[in-house]
Structures are given as structure tokens and as C-alpha cells.
């Protein structure tokens, strides 16, 4: 049984020896994770969607230069992150959450369809603070929420010590769940407590 690290590498080889399909083959496999990883930098998936491309072909044109020092993913993430980083420094910054924005959550959510559109509700506009997140700590939290990478990758991508990356996630999720709290809080919405577990 082969590992994904096994297979990025087999299909690396074989892109090397000409076979574009591998190339095909790695691109098909990485994407969504490419996605999700811009999208939580950025937060807004048309910029993800751009970045994302960008990314891809950044991988196309330096493939060749992959030494295989570290995983394939970690590579590939890195250079993701640098575009993303890139594109967020030449942007305007991010617009602050507006009320307009935000929906009601019913009072008690309970287990119906209201809960599962509370939920829904939830989830879009974890997007928006993930946003409001310095990209010291979103970007941590993104790689281990979003690419469930563990602790000790996350410190190789950023070139952090274990101990301060486990601390900046700790601290992405606590201002993350600040951000909700401080939101629901001044909208004046009960029920929301519980959609966080």
C-alpha cells in the first residue's frame, strides 16, 4: 500500500520523465486543499479561486526545482501561502463586518430544520471572522482546521517552534470564538452558544 507522500512522489518522477498525466494527476489531488487554504487566507472566494490558480501554475513552473527535502504538501502549501500573503499585501484592506450582514439566529434552535439553518447561518459568517483574524494566527488556524495538518507541520510550513504554533492556533480559535461571541452578543441573538460545540 502506497502513502500519499509515496504517490506525490511517484507521480513527481513520472511528470519528470514526461508523463504530463501525473502532472494532471497531482494537480486533481491538491487542489480543493489549495482552495480551502487560500479561501481562509483570504476570504473571499474569488480571490481563493485566483489564488488558488496562481498557486497551481507557481507548482508547474518550479516542480522541477522540488528537492524533495520535505513533503510534497508542505511545499506546495508554503507556496500557496506566499501567493496568498502576496495577493492579501497588494489588496485593499479587509471591510469590517457590517450589521446588514448578519441574519437572525432563531431563539431556540432545538434540532429542526432552524437548527440546521442556524448552523448554515454560522458557518458563512465563520468566513468573515476568520477575516478579521491577524494572519499570525489565521493562517495556523486554517492549516489545522481547514487541512487538519498536525501541530509539528504547521510549525515546518511557518518555521515556527512546535510550542509557538501549538500557541498561535490556541490563540487563532480563542479570538475566533471572541469575534462570534462579541457578534451575537451585540446583534442581541440567543441560541448561538450552543451551535459552537
Not at 488558488?52 to 518550479?62: C, G, H, K, T
Not at 487538519?148 to 509557538?164: K, Q, Y
Request: hydrophobic letters at 40%; aromatic letters at 6%; charged letters at 25%.
Amino acid at each position: 500500500m502506497t502513502t500519499p507522500a509515496t504517490d506525490d512522489s511517484a507521480l513527481i518522477a513520472a511528470y519528470r520523465q514526461g508523463d504530463d498525466g501525473a502532472l494532471s494527476s497531482l494537480v486533481e489531488r491538491h487542489q480543493t486543499a489549495i482552495y480551502r487554504l487560500a479561501l481562509g487566507v483570504l476570504g473571499s472566494p474569488h480571490d481563493a479561486e485566483d489564488a488558488a490558480q496562481e498557486s497551481l501554475i507557481a507548482m508547474f513552473r518550479s516542480l522541477h526545482a522540488f528537492r524533495g527535502e520535505s513533503r510534497f504538501t508542505t511545499w506546495l502549501y508554503r507556496l500557496t501561502l506566499n501567493t496568498c500573503l502576496k495577493r492579501k499585501a497588494r489588496a485593499r484592506p479587509d471591510a469590517p463586518l457590517s450589521d446588514e450582514d448578519s441574519r437572525a439566529i432563531p431563539d431556540n434552535p432545538g434540532r429542526g430544520p432552524d437548527a440546521e439553518a442556524s448552523r448554515r447561518w454560522l458557518r458563512e459568517q465563520v468566513g468573515g471572522f476568520l477575516a478579521a483574524l491577524p494572519n499570525a494566527y489565521r493562517v495556523p488556524v486554517v492549516l489545522s482546521d481547514a487541512l487538519d495538518l498536525p501541530a509539528s507541520e504547521i510549525a515546518g510550513l511557518l518555521d515556527l517552534s512546535l510550542p509557538a504554533a501549538k500557541a498561535r492556533i490556541l490563540r487563532g480559535r480563542r479570538q475566533l470564538r471572541g469575534h462570534i461571541e462579541r457578534h451575537c452578543q451585540e446583534a442581541g441573538l440567543t441560541g448561538w452558544r450552543e451551535l459552537l460545540v
